[in-house]
């Protein structure tokens, strides 16, 4: 398959996941911007592969086969950061008394893969597993989006329809950590460092979570605190 092909392919699968209910061939390809004979093409390869499923009525599903491709991925990825991440996680929230999230960059979006949840007060906010959420929205997203590669900043910029966006994340790399208050989540604000692999490329981005009004109070010391817990897993990571 050649490489615009493969990169349609994957917007397609990419927004077979978005959609809450089953689309059809047609309606999956407007969605995605392409032809719709283009989009019966790719999902023939793709069904021939196993990762889509096209049913009698026309509709699409993701296929059986990416059930274990994610599992894999999943194991993988516990394995070589959310463990080595969660003892670290564990103390920061404990000694700043809010919420601390693991996010990982997928495609333009950002994913928490692991979240611990502070005791300290009843009022906290909770984030699920596999919660997804643009890259250009929120401290957790940008501080993955400042560390992106030329070309997908780029194409995250065009997409995010926010000219403003590259000045943001041009401040946030100079600074070393992000903040944002009521951006993603109303009346919730956060702080968030970058985690970078050996090569210095974004890998995972750590984030300290809670009601606007205690994060706001002392910005420095929970920047301080989760640049601090951010480069300790970093160092994990490098072995």
């Given at each position: 398959m050649p490489a615009g092909a493969l990169q349609r392919a994957v917007e397609l699968l990419h927004r077979l996941g978005e959609e809450p209910v089953q689309p059809t061939v047609a309606e999956l390809a407007g969605a995605a911007g392409m032809p719709?004979?283009?989009?019966?093409?790719?999902?023939a390869e793709l069904e021939a592969l196993g990762l889509v499923a096209r049913g009698p009525d026309r509709t699409v599903t993701l296929g059986t086969r990416l059930v274990a491709l994610g599992r894999t991925a999943e194991a993988g990825l516990h394995e070589r950061l959310v463990a080595p991440a969660t003892a670290v996680m564990r103390e920061l929230s404990q000694q700043v008394g809010e919420s601390v999230i693991l996010t990982v960059p997928?495609?333009?979006e950002a994913i928490v893969v692991h979240a611990v949840e502070t005791e300290r007060h009843s009022v906290r906010l909770s984030y699920p597993r596999f919660r997804r959420a643009p890259m250009h929205q929120g401290a957790s997203g940008k501080v993955l989006a400042a560390y992106l590669e030329p070309a997908e900043l780029?194409?995250?910029i065009q997409a995010s329809g926010r000219p403003k966006l590259a000045g943001q994340l041009e401040q946030i790399r100079s600074a070393g950590f992000a903040y944002?208050?009521?951006e993603l989540d109303p009346g919730a604000a956060a702080v968030a460092a970058p985690i970078l692999d050996r090569r210095g490329r974004i890998l995972a981005g750590l984030s300290i979570a809670g009601p606007e009004q205690r994060i706001v109070a002392d910005v420095g010391r929970?920047?301080?605190?989760?640049?601090q817990a951010a480069q300790r897993i970093q160092r994990t990571q490098h072995g």
């Open positions: 719709t004979s283009t989009a019966y093409r790719l999902l997928c495609g333009l780029s194409r995250l944002t208050a009521g929970a920047a301080g605190a989760v640049v």
